[in-house]
């Protein structure tokens, strides 16, 4: 089991379990279209994200694999909800996760996308002992990828016309970083 001591400190951030108190916020972004264009759903309602939010509630901690940790991300000056950061835990016995991120574009190209990922692939690695931790993303997500690649994750692979998203064939990028390679 893996419940994080909330909240995790960064210069900027404050990461933490989401609360119902973050609709307002979390709605501002997953509402967009722009922002859920490469994701697998589509701009949210305010009820739809309502019904996320307390699934996203329940998922502060692990407790078996395939268990998904979410994290809010926030300013720590004005405590503004900006991103949505996840932990999928893919497998226990090959020690393996997913990591994955949705910032508000009102806060792009400030790092702070990088500053909150660091953290999350710190807890896998230190704290969930992990031996892979992965990322995936539409190919044509450059900012996804570049982030990635800040990272350290290397891109294992192009997969082509690998699924159809949202009505077409697309491809999808997979970058991964071990867990020495992060040490």
Known sequence: MLKPTYPIETAR??????TMDDLDGLHD?????????????DARTRDETKAALQTKIGQAEFNEENDTLCIAAELRDTRALVGDMYLFWRSKEHRQG??????????????????????????????????????????????????????????????????????????????????????
């Open 13 to 18: 951030l404050l990461l933490r379990p989401y």
């Open 98 to 183: 997913e990591i994955g991120f949705v910032f508000h574009p009102d806060h792009h190209g400030r790092g702070l996308a990088t500053e909150a990922s660091k953290e999350i692939l710190r807890l896998g690695f230190e704290e969930l002992g992990l031996h892979r931790i992965y990322g995936r993303c539409d190919a044509r997500n450059n900012a996804s990828a570049k982030l990635m690649e800040r990272l350290g994750m290397r891109r294992e692979a192009h997969l082509v016309e690998n699924e159809i998203f949202k009505g077409e064939w697309s491809d999808e990028l997979v970058f991964a970083m071990l867990r020495r390679e992060w040490r």
């Open 29 to 41: 972004f997953h509402s967009r279209p722009d922002v859920v264009r490469y994701l697998y759903w």
